[in-house]
């Protein structure tokens, strides 16, 4: 029977799905509090145009569609993030991830009052909303409530904006367009802050006219009308409106102390349900039943590498079964994706997917960091991911010929002068530099931008660079022995990129057969007497004109079928500039 703990039971909902349900509610969420901002920044305009727009936004979310989508993504929001938060083994979790939630859980405390005192009152005594009346009780009236409210603004844009760039972050595309995500997300708070500061300016000095004509009443009174039915007082309707902040205000509360009441009652019970982990180095983990290996490893202060951060889209945190195989629920669709992928023998399984029934001995296959600096909870390197990208090699021709017979420092004012060319000129056609190799350099081409324009990039590059070089060998020919020449290997494909290295000596860079065809083919131009060499994929992509270039196919190491190259001699290498 203890078979049947809760953990131990197939969720009614499971995690992959209930990401995407809190990413599409919350997506719903974003684009209310967009429309919502964009109708504040009219108040730029004139406290006219803001009410204008105000009913062509209340025509989209105050019908029963608008209002069942917002109020009910709302819901399914808070609670889904609730259920993170029971699911969550542990609290401790990255600095971004820890505000993320936290503002998360103040934006439906700061919002209680505002829905209360807009909608509720709207939708009960048919109270006018507008802009006129809220501006002028945010400015006016209550402007500690108007404080508030700008604070809310402010923890709402910033809690969506992180889940939009947690949500994009690893797509290909993002970086391209970061810069401007990010110039949206600075313009469009300023502007709405500014048009509600326009408006609470218009408002004011209308109040001010009124009191001097001795009018009172309508927005400025302290009656406000609501509906047909007469005038109720303002105390009154505050009288009212209490079960509604108490309610709400009771829901919310009884919600949080409910999460941390089932968290301590699934401890509780949890300790009298416990599996064994055992590791190679003798180390013996005793966790929950329902607690995955990786968070055992967790539990257990015991280094484990997860660079997707539990996710299942990575295989860094795989173990090996050593013993307790029978005690092993079958992968679910999301590992079983990933272990294929890999080619995973049987015997291995996700540590931040596999969830013991039993006590188990494992062995991880990839050995964490000795670094004793990283922090068990942090993440040590950006995640690696495939993207398509162009490899750029390029290197020196006789560099040992002309060196040998000069003084160590002519030979470091050489390789400057040349490494100044190459890195100036790949950053100037939205390359990154990747790493100097001795007389050679590596660059990527297509981390911001469609595979198409990188391979063009790439091939403008080299050119500019064959060019550049040429005309440093003409300026340094008296001093040199042998002429100065430079041969580049482009191709293109998928690899992985990432953070990769040891201690402060962590930079991007990439790993992967593209790589390594890129780096043969820089060898290609030496061998064929070549300025530039460049496969196939690259010529189909970049659309270059290759009529009349000589082309090859070319055995390369651990690829069973030939890859067709061209090979461009110096004298033709301007058509690419």
Avoid at 62 to 87: D, E, F, Q, S
Wanted: proline fraction near 5%.
């Amino acid at each position: 029977m203890d078979l049947m703990t809760t953990e131990a039971r197939k969720p009614i909902i499971s995690d992959r799905l209930a990401r995407k349900f809190r990413l599409g509610s919350g997506l719903v969420i974003f684009v209310f509090v967009i429309m919502h901002l964009a109708n504040h920044s009219l108040g730029l305009i004139s406290l006219s145009a803001a009410d204008h727009a105000q009913h062509w936004f209340m025509a989209v979310w105050r019908n029963p569609v608008g209002t069942v989508l917002l109020y009910g993504a709302l819901i399914v929001h808070i609670l889904l993030v609730l259920r993170m938060l029971y699911k969550r083994r542990t609290l401790v979790m990255p600095a971004g991830e820890a505000f993320q939630i936290v503002t998360g859980l103040l934006v439906p405390v700061l919002l209680i009052d505002h829905i209360i005192g807009t909608r509720i009152l709207h939708d009960i005594y048919g109270y006018n909303d507008s802009y006129r009346a809220i501006v002028h009780s945010l400015w006016i009236t209550s402007p500690a409530n108007g404080v508030r409210q700008t604070i809310v603004l402010i923890v709402v844009w910033i809690h969506g904006c992180i889940g939009i760039h947690f949500w994009l972050r690893y797509r290909s595309w993002y970086t391209a367009i970061a810069p401007l995500m990010l110039s949206f997300a600075i313009v469009l708070p300023v502007l709405a802050l500014l048009g509600f500061a326009a408006m609470g300016r218009t408002v004011s000095h209308e109040a001010a006219q009124n009191d001097e004509r001795g009018f009172r009443g309508g927005y400025y009174s302290d009656m406000r009308s609501y509906g047909e039915s007469g005038s109720v007082p303002g105390r009154q309707v505050v009288s009212a409106l209490w079960p509604y902040r108490a309610g709400f205000y009771g829901a919310f509360s009884a919600s949080i102390i409910g999460l941390f009441a089932f968290r301590t009652h699934r401890r509780l019970r949890e300790r009298q349900h416990q599996v064994t982990i055992r590791y190679p180095s003798g180390e013996v983990v005793h966790a929950p039943r329902g607690f995955t290996v990786l968070e055992a490893s967790r539990l257990g202060g015991i280094p484990h590498y997860s660079v997707c951060g539990g996710k299942g889209q990575c295989s860094t945190c795989r173990v090996q079964i050593i013993e307790g195989a029978d005690n092993l629920p079958p992968p679910e669709a999301l590992e079983q994706k990933t272990l294929n992928r890999i080619g995973a023998t049987p015997d291995v399984r996700l540590a931040c997917q596999l969830r013991p029934t039993g006590n188990v001995s494992v062995v991880p296959l990839l050995t964490p960091m000795a670094e004793s600096t990283i922090p068990v909870y942090s993440q040590t390197a950006s995640p690696g991911r495939e993207r398509e990208i162009v490899v750029f090699f390029c290197d020196l021709r006789h560099f040992t010929t002309l060196t040998e017979s000069r003084l160590p420092f002519d030979i470091v004012f050489l390789l400057n002068r040349y490494f100044a060319i190459v890195g100036r000129i790949i950053e100037s056609n939205g390359g990154r530099m990747d790493k100097f190799i001795g007389d050679g350099a590596m660059a990527l081409f297509g981390l911001r931008t469609t595979p198409q324009e990188a391979n063009r990039q790439a091939l403008k590059a080299a050119a500019e660079i064959i060019r550049e070089i040429d005309k440093l060998g003409e300026e340094l020919a008296d001093e040199l022995s042998v002429p100065l020449e430079i041969v580049v290997g482009l191709h293109t494909g998928l690899a992985v990129v990432g953070s990769m290295g040891y201690g402060n000596v962590k930079n991007v860079t990439a790993i992967g057969d593209t790589v390594n065809v890129a780096s043969r083919l820089e060898s290609v131009a030496k061998e064929f007497n070549r300025a530039l060499v460049f496969s196939e994929p690259v010529a189909s992509l970049s659309g270059v004109d290759i009529a009349n270039i000589e082309s090859r196919e070319i055995a390369v190491r651990g690829r069973g079928e030939p890859l067709r190259v061209y090979i461009v001699p110096k004298e033709e290498i301007g058509r690419f500039a």
